[in-house]
């Protein structure tokens, strides 16, 4: 009876459902069919839509790609005409410079005149009579039997340490992974702004001998090579401050007197000058030459005042084997922005300085880099100006801008790149006598923060652009050399 009432309750419940949703009238069918209406135009309208996304990407991805050519294009011409300029540059220095040796002739050319005259006026003509006949002895006489001797190469000259000092025009340099070892990167930076630097930065440690290829090669290129020289290795990672072999007090007390008169010994041989940017950023807490770690505790086994004894005693080597004759010494700290407390009163940076006497150009190393301060702007007078005012109250001594760059981290790069040539042109930083560009992306910690900060010139489009602009004003007065 159970298996009976079960199978016909089964059925009536089977017909009920059949009824119920077989039915055009019934309300659950209405209502399933309403459902379904309204579903399958959004479904519709979806598929419309996911179509139109598609076609949007689409458009985006050929339009950026335009724009992108687009940027290229006027970059180009940015570059062609920053060429341009400095090409009418160096042909207006070429014509002045012609101009000069014109006026030396013709005033040589007057006082021979007015000297052969008052000879004739006496009755000694004769003393003029065998001038220039010595000019055609033997002219050409060997040079047509010789012709398998090789031409000598041309020697490789360069201007006077007095006229490097105080240059007509500001120095632009640049640091690069292998300049002046390699010029691939350095030349095709130089290619995106159409104007190559006339001064290469570069890095060399105590372990090394003197690189004369470095000076050499920078010289072909017509180029001041700018060394920094550090008492280290050069393979010596920034994340330590000891390295006791070299310590100041070895260093003063002559343990690196035989490596260093060699030194000096082998500038004078090459007879070119060259920059030399002793143990940089010296008021910091982050190399081996400092003196003290901000509290008061020595760094390295060196004392306060040890540094500018080493200065002294490196500078006074060199003087004894006249290599100061080509050496331009270049003292140069760290901007004060983010130095410990002690390393900022009145009187710190003053005692590191070794005196006129053993310094050429006085520098600084300074960046836009994160981590940002709340109360940041992103101007040169933010970045610079504070210590500035510090190596004016020091000394009257040119000053060059050693090591510089800026981040792209956060997008304020831009900006502190206009701001900077802007600055440039003021009449308070008329002695400024040029600056050093670091065309490098590094990682780094600084305040404990690690990060890659991109400091290259051509790190983005509008950098490069802002880079080219502020190169070429005027009234920045950089010496503009063509690039090749």
Known sequence: MTTAAFVVLSLV??????????????????????????????????????????????????????????QQQALAAQASTAKQLATAQQRAVSAEKALAQAKLQLASAKGALAANTAAGAKGSGAAGTKSGTGGNSGTGGGGNGGGNIAPEPTPITAPTKAELLQPASRYYG??????????????????????????????SGWDETFRANAVTRAWQQGRLPMM?????????????????????????????????????????????PLAIRLDHEMNGVWYPWSETDGKGNS?????????VKMWKHVHDVFQAEGANDLVIWVWAPNIVNNLPSQHKVDGYLPSLYPGDDYVDWVGLSGYLRPPYKADQSFTFDYTFTPSLDQLRAITKKPIVLAEVGASETEGHKTAWVTDFFNALGKPENDDIVGFSWFNLAVTSYVEGVRATNDWRIDSRADTLSAFIAGLTRPEDRFTLTPAS
Request: hydrophobic share 40%.
């Open 13 to 70: 419940l089977g017909g009920i459902s059949y009824y119920v949703w077989s039915s055009p009238t019934s309300a659950v069918r209405t209502v399933v069919d309403a459902a379904a209406t309204a579903v399958n135009p959004l479904a519709a309208q979806n598929a419309s839509l996911q179509k139109n996304l598609s076609t949007a990407k689409k458009t985006i991805a050929t339009q950026s790609g335009k724009l992108t050519s687009l």
């Open 174 to 203: 640049m640091y690069t992974e292998q300049a002046p070892f390699n010029w691939a990167t350095f030349d095709a930076t130089s290619a995106k702004v159409g104007v190559q630097p006339n001064l290469v930065g570069y890095f």
């Open 228 to 272: 920094t020289w550090e008492s280290r290795p050069i393979s010596a990672g920034n994340d330590s401050v000891n390295a006791p072999e070299y310590s100041l007090p070895k260093i003063i007390g002559g343990d690196f007197d035989a490596y260093l008169h060699q030194y000096a010994k082998d500038i004078v041989a090459t007879g070119l």
């Open 299 to 307: 760094i390295n086994g060196n004392s306060q005042g040890d540094y």
